[in-house]
């Protein structure tokens, strides 16, 4: 038996008054959601704890079976999605160009994702691309438009805060050493490194051509830099070695290329088109046709950033279009009985309230031979809240779905030295 297991990024959300109280899923019309929840095992899923608003890259690690305590950081994975060359000692950041404005002796944001031209973004980020302080050195590297990657070498840690203060109108933030069980010296290198290439940034950046040409044409400047998620390697076990199944993502963008990579997972890269409806079937195709996988991961992002534009009528469209998808699903998937599906969410993204994701559960649905299944009716935050899978937690998902591949091995039971939850493929022999 093999697993497809489709990730409609960020579908969950909140109740909407414009909706009666119903969240844009529950409001949408999905008739093909409806019916696999129909015939399946429903229930509730979250990451980790209910209310805590998870990102994407940490909330898809635990996914797929690993501890949070392991993340290597978005700036690694997202870095090494982009092809970024990252020594095991080096530190990657995310970072991106912004506007601000000097008040008292604070810089304030005024605009966190300036629109520029591409050309100009390229120029900008040239004149502040490299920078040492104290030992560190810091390359800045581009990657489309005003965003990028800072490269750190030297005694540098990724144990440090951010500078992006993501909400206009509060001041950029002072990076500083995170309080683990000590602070080490490497971490307060690094942080005044940060700071110090960051001020130097802003004194290199107002005083551009591009910037003394966008004030006389009333357009603010673009005139500093803003980092976030530092990430550095680490040594994680590969997700075959780890759960006994050769894993394949259908992905776009270069968080989920990453992170993948990082598991040792093969990849297959798509793009968006901005047709919602066939690009998912284009997804669901390769899933059906990858008969040498055992664990084929497909994702679409379209539903989180329906949920970023905070209008929930246009995130109940996308889910609509979504659902249209998974009549292909219906038709073509579910057939095969040496299938699992399974249909759920990283995380829920509110199409209203000021918050970036936020912390409810998301539905989950099951279908395949040994499913138990239920008496719900349709695929939401509130009637999968009845299924016979209850509210299931992190990890847990990856041993359920060994589970119901008829793949979990009996605990207890020890065929190789170490406690795998499958049964080894050829455990050494006994020699006569």
């Not at 055992?294 to 246009?314: L, M, R, S, W």
């Not at 699992?340 to 031979?369: N, Y």
Request: charged share 25%.
């Amino acid at each position: 038996m093999r697993c497809i297991f489709v990730i409609l990024d960020g579908i969950g959300d909140r109740g909407h008054e414009c909706f009666s109280g119903k969240t844009p899923l529950y409001a949408a019309n999905t008739p093909n959601l409806d019916y696999l929840s129909n015939i399946g095992m429903n229930g509730l899923y979250h990451t980790t704890l209910q209310g805590i608003p998870m990102s994407s890259e940490e909330a898809h690690f635990i996914m797929f079976g690993y501890d949070l305590e392991d993340f290597p950081g978005r700036g690694f994975i997202e870095a090494i999605g982009e092809g970024i060359e990252i020594g095991e000692k080096d530190v990657a950041i995310l970072c991106h160009l912004c506007s601000v404005e000097k008040e008292n002796d604070n810089l304030t944001l005024k605009w966190g994702f300036p629109e520029l031209d591409e050309q100009d973004a390229i120029v900008l980020i040239d004149n502040i691309k490299y920078y040492k302080y104290n030992g560190v050195r810091i390359k800045l590297i581009h990657s489309k438009n005003t965003k990028g990657f800072l490269l750190l070498k030297g005694d540098v840690s990724e144990k440090i805060t951010d500078s992006d203060p993501i909400y206009e109108g509060r001041s950029l933030i002072k990076i500083q050493p995170i309080h683990d069980k000590k602070i080490s010296k490497s971490s307060i290198k690094t942080a005044n490194a940060l700071n110090n290439y960051l001020l130097w940034c802003y004194n290199k950046l107002k005083n551009h051509p591009i910037n003394i040409e966008r004030t006389k044409n009333s357009l603010i400047p673009v005139n500093a830099l803003v980092t976030q998620r530092p990430g550095k390697y680490k040594k994680i076990p590969p997700f075959e070695k780890k759960w006994g199944m050769k894993g394949l993502s259908i992905s776009s963008g270069s968080i989920y290329w990453g992170l993948c990579k990082m598991l040792g997972m093969d990849i297959i890269k798509v793009r968006d088109t901005g047709d919602v409806e066939k690009d998912l079937i284009e997804r669901l195709k390769i899933a059906k046709e990858a008969e040498e996988y055992d664990f084929i991961h497909v994702h679409t992002k379209t539903p989180d950033e329906a949920g970023h534009k905070k209008n929930p009528y246009y995130k109940k469209e996308v889910i609509e279009a979504i659902d249209r998808a998974m009549l292909y699903v219906v038709n073509e998937i579910i057939n095969d009985k040496e299938i699992l599906l399974i249909i759920t969410a990283d995380h829920s993204t509110a199409s209203s309230g000021s918050l970036i994701h936020t912390g409810e559960t998301v539905p989950i649905t099951m279908v395949g031979k040994y499913i138990r299944k239920d008496d719900v009716k349709q695929f939401n935050e509130i009637s999968c809240s009845s299924g016979s899978l209850g509210i299931i937690k992190g990890k847990e998902l990856m041993h359920l779905t060994l589970n119901f591949l008829d793949k979990a091995k009996l605990h207890g039971l020890m065929d190789s030295p170490f406690d795998y939850p499958y049964h080894t493929s050829n455990p050494e022999s006994l020699k006569l």
